[in-house]
């Protein structure tokens, strides 16, 4: 029989996250041709409090933000997180970009040769007692007999050694291209890839979602790496 | 010094989820008022695999949907995920649903006093060894002095005893009329949500998040109860 | 030389519409199966005035909206047409709706024989001296050796006589089968269409876009025919 | 009774557009302070033809585009048109551009005084005898006691002189301060909006929505000038 007064202390009020969201900005990323590419991010910013919060310091996420003028690398995010975690005396601070990445297209599309493509990117990034970064590219699937889009590729990494998202992509479309001539599946495509992040030292951590999209309802199978956090 | 090897053993591939997402459907949901009301859901359902799944099994998802002619209450929810669990030999079970629900107005807004209100609900349901459902809904909140839309609360809660959708909603809505009056700010609001939440006793775990549509960007707020899973 | 004056005049404020828009509400269809169909619609309603508007009155819209609870046919759409122009002293009265409709469907997807596939459907009318009223259903393009989503044919329409939506949905994909045997291209399956509507009595007038999903930019082709009003 | 034969002359194909749309691009605009700003563009191209066209060509669409290096300006505007007609021996060249636009605000919002806001806007151009563009802002609407977000200000409008976007944005905003002082209603913002429009002199044509957010459905009005189209 339940213990009511147990699971009312079960429900006592333990987290706290305040923060921004959605903030529409212009930044730059890092390149591997150009340095460096303009490109319009949305941002989200937040942090775990142990205590009540004085929404009058909302102000302090965007300026801390400003204070970097957009600029997105590895370094700044980090810094960022910091400046975040001191300035409002957070038990941890976490800060998510999201920013579509354009690069040169081989493939022959509607665009011709000279195209460019357009890939859904994400950087989350916390900061507690150690610093966790995860970064997320969403890459289109055509497969030479579709004729129009197949579907998605979405993978998930975490680093031991810094990687270009040129790099990052260009793996996700090896494992496409090794996954498609077994046999064009989510199954199939998904195991693939998996076993091509799996074989890369750079990569400590992956998750890969293949997307089908189907009529009426698209099929999708994930695959996850098992290994615990790794910090850098 | 790192082990590279045991790294190998970390990034072995052990998670296997496959399934059907984003299913656009006409479903029935219990209404307190009307007994039953009749709306359109989109639908995700997938299981946890030890092993390689063969695709041609994804039919089998959307005919276990079908057999329950889109009727949606707790028991068909949990039917739905055993015989998905059954079928496809699974670990583990998951099935979300996610709807707009409709429900008469009292406030004066632009519809007069005959108007409808829309809310947006969730219910994320899985079953492994024990049956867990998760139940979401999104109260839009407009102050009296606000003359326009001044932001969202989302609550997800876990139940010990049955609610209807229109308490959980006005059990919402009291929480921002009394925070409302302390100050119109997340951070009240979220507080004031938390405590109404932890005061109901049919409620065993509860996520509060408010959010304040700003200019260029949004502030929000969210509490948690610190609850373990609740089984039923 | 440009004569200022006259260009004074030419800016002067002529043009006046007010209303609601975006009303999201649970409605009935008309289904030759079912008799009836449910479904969640959006909502915009709005007139043409001569003269300023009193804003005291927008509740009005959404009072006669909710006087025919939701029931949508042509009859229907005609008296809340009529409704909106007296009851507003209106010069013309609109009405949109835009709804997704459901449909048995026999094109062996993921979800087997047993499926429904979505279409999403729009009726726009308009009462000044005549009633006006256009009709139209977007029907995904999926192609027997496509394996993913091809594209979309959205079809607007004008009747001579009535067509339930099942009749034009088939008529649409008749023309999409006939084009996709000569080729799978834009302008193949675009022209087909416009050629099978042409030859369809009861459509007085219709507009034909086929677009096809590619990477990174989806081509497409529309056609016209090139009838004037059509009122009934 | 009417004439069949004469309505099937009516029906018959008049009409054709071809294009490529969605195209996501980044780009850079004019820029009153920094000289050109760097945003992402989604991009429709289309033209009309008298007659059947090679789908062979729709890479062409892509190649003027790139051909400009995304750099948009009203001369490059007019060359892309100029191209476009040419290259693809059309009757007329459709030029639709949509981007976020990005100025400093002085409002102080939860992004203090160094924060930036964002505006939608689009440039939609078209080249047949004579060359015709349309620049449309949404500006948001934060009244001082709305302590949310009240609503949307959308003008279209065409010019007979240069405009900077700034220049624009800034005219809204005073329509929206002047109209607010009377009355926070659609119907006061946007009578006062057309009065600023209509005593600009560099402005020949404009429209206006004002859109306000309301519980459950959103209201709204829209004025016009009544000026036929003015070349340039």
């Known amino acids: 029989m339940k213990d009511i007064q147990n699971l009312q202390d079960d429900r006592r009020i333990s987290i706290r996250k ?23 991010a949305t941002v989200n910013m937040y942090v775990n409090l142990p205590h009540r919060f004085k929404g009058t310091h909302m102000s302090r996420f965007v300026e801390i933000l400003n204070k970097f003028h957009g600029e997105f690398n590895l370094r700044n995010f980090y810094l960022i997180l910091q400046e975040m975690k001191e300035k409002l005396d957070a038990e941890a601070a976490h800060l998510e970009i999201h920013f579509p990445y354009f690069m040169e297209r081989s493939a022959v599309g509607c665009s011709g040769n000279f195209g460019t493509e357009r890939y859904e990117c994400r950087m989350h990034g916390s900061l507690q007692e150690c610093n966790d970064l995860v970064m997320e590219v ?9 004729m129009g889009r197949w579907g998605y590729a979405r993978v998930s990494v975490r680093f031991k050694e810094f990687l270009w998202i040129e790099e990052l992509i260009s793996l996700v479309q090896q494992g496409i ?22 074989a890369t030292s750079a990569i400590s951590w992956f998750r890969v979602e293949v997307e089908n999209l189907a ?3 698209s099929t999708f199978a994930t695959v996850e790496s098992s290994t615990s956090f790794q910090y850098f």
């Open 138 to 146: 969403e890459v289109p699937i055509t497969l030479p007999q579709s």
């Open 177 to 198: 291209r090794a996954g498609a001539e077994l046999s064009a599946s989510v199954e199939s495509l998904c195991g693939q890839l998996g076993d091509t992040l799996k």
């Open 18 to 40: 305040v923060g921004v969201k959605t903030i529409s900005y212009p930044v730059t990323v890092l390149d591997r041709e150009k340095k460096l590419q303009h490109t319009v």
């Open 215 to 217: 009529d009426g309802c």
